[in-house]
């Protein structure tokens, strides 16, 4: 299976300040014959259902604000956010679809300083 | 709108069975494939597979084979996820969630999750 290994697991940012978190794979998760990334960003709000953020690395889902960005390839991924608002506190989670079965990185919680 | 609306929560003695629905709206549902998602209390999100709409044919990650069955109703937009011998281990959320059929875009819309308790 492929592993995704999120970092850090938490971490607390200022409002309006940029938010990084990161996600690396055990294994490529780049199909070669289209260049395209197999790697997905969630958001999960506490008792809500996970939302889609980003799929392909860098696509943003319709409606995501352009404040999130996804970026990297291969193995090493990254979710940005720019200008941390209020209701962005959240978990989040990266998750590979380029093989069966797919796997979730354990979650980086994103919180207020 | 595509809506994915799930039954409600249940509460199971060990050893009993539960089936699950998530009724699907608002799209075509035999062009999307429906994956099923475990997240235990306080832990985080478990895949446990999905079923492709169009031919039926289910498939299971490691540690969900055995007990676990995903099956259809396409005249209903349904699909279902039924349990078996329910463990104390089996206490999460469930959540259905809709993908293309080639699993290559993400899931891009969730139902709102069922909470499965199981508790002597």
């Known amino acids: 299976d492929i592993v995704m290994t999120q970092s850090p697991d938490s971490l607390a940012v200022s409002l309006g300040e940029r938010a990084t978190i990161y996600c690396k794979s055990s294994?490529?998760?780049?199909?070669?014959?289209?260049?395209?990334?197999?790697l997905a960003w969630y958001q999960q709000k506490p008792g809500q259902p996970p939302k889609l953020l980003i799929y392909?690395?860098?696509t943003r889902e319709s409606g995501v604000p352009d404040r999130f960005s996804g970026s990297g390839s291969g193995t090493d991924f990254t979710l940005t956010i720019s200008s941390l608002q209020a209701e962005d506190v959240a978990t989040y989670y990266c998750?590979?679809?380029?093989?069966?079965?797919?796997?979730f990185g354990q979650g980086t919680k994103v919180a207020i300083k | 709108q595509v809506q994915l609306v799930q039954s409600g929560s249940e509460l199971k003695r060990p050893g009993a069975s539960i089936k699950v629905s998530c009724k699907a709206s608002?799209?075509?549902?035999?062009?999307?494939?429906i994956n099923w998602v475990r997240q235990a209390p306080g832990q985080g999100l478990e895949w446990m597979g999905w079923?492709?709409?169009?031919?039926?044919?289910?498939t299971y990650a490691q540690g969900f084979t055995g007990r676990f069955v995903f099956s259809l109703d396409t005249s209903l937009g349904t699909a279902y996820l039924q349990i078996s011998r329910l463990r104390a281990e089996d206490t999460a959320v469930y959540y259905c969630?809709?993908?293309?059929?080639?699993?290559?875009?993400?899931?891009?819309?969730w139902g709102q999750g069922t909470l499965v308790g199981v508790s002597s």
């Open positions: 969630a809709r993908d293309t059929q080639w699993l290559d875009r993400g899931l891009d819309f």
């Open positions: 608002g799209y075509r549902f035999a062009g999307f494939a």
């Open positions: 079923i492709n709409t169009s031919t039926g044919k289910p």
């Open positions: 294994q490529t998760v780049l199909l070669s014959s289209n260049n395209k990334n197999y």
């Open positions: 392909w690395a860098s």
């Open positions: 998750q590979q679809h380029y093989r069966t079965p797919q796997t």
